[in-house]
């Protein structure tokens, strides 16, 4: 097992960085859809439509949409429903450009998009302790990319959750 840890780390390393900062959150491999963390706690895994719990919050990805923007062809419009309850007892700072990112069938990496928001919106902000938010996250991918992986991670003290798509 630990070879094929280090084997799956060098390989992987490239998405691990891209995923999260990996000096803030510690180790994150991604390997044959297991995904193992350390530091900050462990990796919660699920899939669409089930809520992934943990001491500090829960998400549920409800619905991920894509569409093909009328504008632009070489892309697609992802948007994943995405409700966070806090189930701390602190506030919790909801910014889904820092936080939540989309990986798609290729293995790449994508943050979020605010080019679908109305002038003057804000997605995010403080979530009060034991209160819930949902919202309409965008991401861009390539015609030829899918959705695979929503992740979400409150901060790098917080486990890491990962929604299959």
Excluded: C, W
């Excluded at 991920?64 to 419009?77: A, F, G, L, W, Y």
């Amino acid at each position: 097992m630990k070879e094929y840890l280090q084997k799956a780390k060098k390989h992987h390393m490239a998405i691990a960085l891209s995923v999260l900062v990996v000096g803030m959150t510690g180790l994150l491999v991604i390997a044959n859809n297991v995904i193992i963390t350390k530091k900050g706690g462990s990796a919660l895994t699920d899939v669409l439509g089930v809520t992934t719990r943990n001491d500090f919050y829960t998400v549920n990805v409800s619905a991920m949409r894509v569409t093909s923007p009328e504008q632009n062809i070489s892309v697609k419009r992802a948007t994943a429903t995405v409700t966070v309850l806090n189930t701390s007892d602190e506030v919790l700072q909801i910014a889904p450009g820092l936080q939540m990112f989309l990986v798609s069938n290729a293995g790449t990496v994508y943050p979020m998009t605010a080019r679908y928001l109305k002038p003057g919106v804000v997605l995010g902000g403080a979530l009060a302790a034991k209160s819930s938010t949902t919202l309409n996250v965008d991401y861009d991918l390539p015609v030829n990319e899918t959705p695979k992986t929503f992740t979400f991670q409150a901060d790098s003290a917080k486990p890491i959750a990962n929604i299959e798509l």
